[in-house]
């Protein structure tokens, strides 16, 4: 392939991306679309609590629907989300209406887009972005429509897995430092989403690139001990209920959830996982361990009640994400099927 054939390709993908980001804004804003205000309980949750943040001058604040407990960073664990959107309400000046009915659909246009530059080293950017739009949204488990904390949290998934897979120097484990940092501050269950994730592949570099495994491990463990001592507090009470089983939520089923995402990106999943196996490498390795540690974590869940419910409720937004990264790694390959030029008899 020479120049000529990069440069076309690359102008290809990036005229298919448009139409891709922009159905990704439309799905997210379906909900919105006629309908001027917040559409799920927790979007009202999370306005109170910003406002009242923000009334208070202080992260610690009296809680606006009972009027008499307080609620802190110890209490409140997704303060950071609302902190977050607060001052971005403060600087930019738009109103609360317009930020929870349009900047879900933008949140998830970066998440898409995100996945595509994720995907794309690996030479199937605009396939995984594709089905990435098709993440569904539930009252159940939530997702891309509502601005809630699991939704801003999927973004980070797929830049995380970028970085850890290509680069190695401490700039790139400072970024996954960063990364975790953020979503322990509005969201946990998107931080150990992410580890799930990445510790096949962490696990795969201790033989060849140790250095590399230790820089990983270091930029999501330490997160969870030094920073938020509020977290550090909650591992070993949340530790002892991995081993207490947990009765499973009337609202979530993960069979109806995946089915709802469609037969047909499960399909390409599975052909991705043949796909990525055949390419061989600890990067490709790494994803489809990923994505089978995942799957692990969720099937303990829903048939032991062993684990952590909020990380199991989660945790499906996060797979179907992964799923849509590995199943354009099929989609890719059925694409790029030949038939032979002659059948011989």
Known sequence: MNLHDI???TKFDYLTLLPIMALAFYIAFIPHQSYPYLVHIDDWVHLAYSK?????GSTTFIDPF????TLS??????????LFWGVFHQISGISWLAIFRYFPSIVFMMTVLSVYILAHRRGFGWEAAIF?????STVGILGPAFLVPVAMGLLFMPLSIFVALNFRNVWSYLAVFIFTCFLLSIHAPSAICVVIVLVPYILLNLKGNFKHSLGLTL???IPFLAPFHWIFDLLLPTARTLFVTHPMSANVHILQIITTYGYLPILFCLLGIFALVLRGGKENYGLTLG???MLLMLVIF????YGVGIVFERGLMFMMLIMGVVAGAGLMWVKDLSLPKKIGI
């Open 52 to 56: 009242a943040m923000l009334s208070a």
């Open 7 to 9: 440069t076309k390709m």
């Open 302 to 305: 829903s048939v032991f009640h």
């Open 66 to 69: 009972l009027g008499q407990a």
């Open 219 to 221: 930029a999501l463990a």
């Open 73 to 82: 960073l110890s209490s409140n664990l997704e303060a950071g989300f609302q």
């Open 291 to 293: 994505l089978l540690a």
């Open 132 to 136: 990435t739009c098709l993440i569904p």
